[in-house]
């Protein structure tokens, strides 16, 4: 339904955006918005760059950048094929945050030519969200990124981190349990698997953390694993537990799924201790809501969004950025992710077993959020000094 529906949709648009002139051209305007006048302005900014966010587009412009890797849960299609998701992105960053975003799908999947390409065009824009970058690329990449000066965010892992990371608060405070005291296993480790992984250690020190994958249990001194998975074995698993999802799956508390769909069964989740599953895989979960609630699951989300509690970035990016924008912050830090966290959380006042993630249509969450980002950036000092 919802396929045939959207090809009649972007044929009938074809793109779903445009641009358009915030002035009328007149004989007058014209001499001001272009030639001559518009000579003063650039001389300006060549005296003081940073005049340029006085004077241009780029004092409230995202660029949704990415190299078509890692579309949605479709793989890599390419940049071509990226290009409707990149459209889509942009259209709710306006929606949302105010912010004119513009898609740019890179033609390339060289590292180090990305980081150059966006290098050479952030003079346009005030931040870049990188977008559906495969790992461990994206990490290398996002890194690379971090003195231009300007906001930089991967969406993929940090929306779907601190969304996700919300939603586990105010499940604990349902459930009147301690994060530090459960045991958490995470399936996938791949971009969004990673940055909850990072997270939770970092503010949460979850009293056990296994990471799996399709290869099984991360544990320190597995061979024939990439480097990016050696680090995070270092900082997980103990108890060096091995095997499959199955086996780390036994009295664990939580289950975060990064992964592909029906990866978990009812038996799964029977042999959990509390039974708290966050289901993300899209379009098919890890497990259905109902098959978990079934096997006896207490608190459920998903990535989808025709069930309650949808893990969506759409409550973080729009927010974020807008916050970091309007705080003139040159940087997004863990500090400031932390604060879309726990806004995102005290959001709904009284969670319940049934509500405990805000609706990501509610744009009064965008509001709170970038109220939180831009009160952190500017106590923290990441700010520039126009």
Do not use: W
């Not at 004077?55 to 190299?67: L, Q, R």
């Not at 932390?338 to 959380?345: E, G, N, T």
């Amino acid at each position: 339904m919802f396929s045939e529906e959207s090809i009649e949709l972007h044929k009938q648009l074809k793109g779903k955006l445009e641009v358009n002139s915030k002035i009328k051209i007149d004989s007058k305007t014209l001499s001001l918005a272009y030639t001559p006048g518009v000579a003063e302005p650039c001389k300006r900014i060549q005296a003081d760059p940073k005049k340029v966010f006085d004077y241009t587009i780029k004092s409230n412009t995202i660029a949704v950048i990415t190299d078509g890797s890692a579309v949605l849960g479709l793989g890599n299609l390419g940049a071509e094929a990226s290009l409707p998701v990149m459209e889509g992105k942009c259209a709710l960053f306006k929606e949302f945050s105010g912010l004119n975003a513009f898609p740019i799908a890179l033609k390339t999947q060289e590292t180090k030519e990305i980081i150059s390409i966006i290098k050479n065009i952030s003079p346009v824009f005030a931040g870049i969200n990188l977008e559906d970058i495969s790992s461990p690329r994206c990490f290398e990449i996002e890194k690379a990124l971090m003195d231009l000066g300007i906001p930089v965010m991967h969406d993929d892992q940090h929306g779907a981190a601190i969304v996700a990371l919300a939603g586990l608060k105010n499940a604990m405070k349902v459930l009147k349990k301690n994060l530090s005291e459960s045991k958490v296993v995470v399936s996938g480790i791949g971009a969004a698997g990673t940055a909850i992984t990072k997270l939770l250690i970092a503010n949460e020190k979850p009293e056990e953390l296994v990471l799996v994958d399709k290869e099984g249990i991360l544990f320190e001194g597995k061979t024939g694993i990439i480097k990016h998975h050696s680090e995070l074995a270092e900082l997980t698993n103990r108890k060096k537990i091995k095997g499959s999802l199955e086996d780390a799956l036994i009295d664990a508390d939580i289950f975060i799924g990064c992964s592909i769909g029906n990866t978990v069964t009812s038996k799964m989740v029977e042999s959990m201790n509390s039974k708290i599953i966050f289901a993300l895989a899209n379009p098919i979960p890890e497990i259905m809501p109902e098959e978990a609630r079934k096997a006896g699951a207490e608190i459920i989300a998903t990535g989808r969004s025709d069930y309650p509690n949808q893990v969506n970035n759409l409550l973080a990016f729009p927010g974020i950025f807008r916050g970091a924008i309007d705080a003139k912050a040159v940087k997004i830090t863990e500090e400031m992710k932390l604060s879309a966290v726990k806004a995102l959380a005290e959001f709904i006042e009284n969670p319940t077993k049934e509500l405990f993630i805000p609706d990501p249509l509610d744009k009064k969450v965008t509001v709170k959020v970038a109220e939180a980002v831009k009160k952190e950036a500017e106590n923290s000092g990441v700010i520039r000094n126009d």
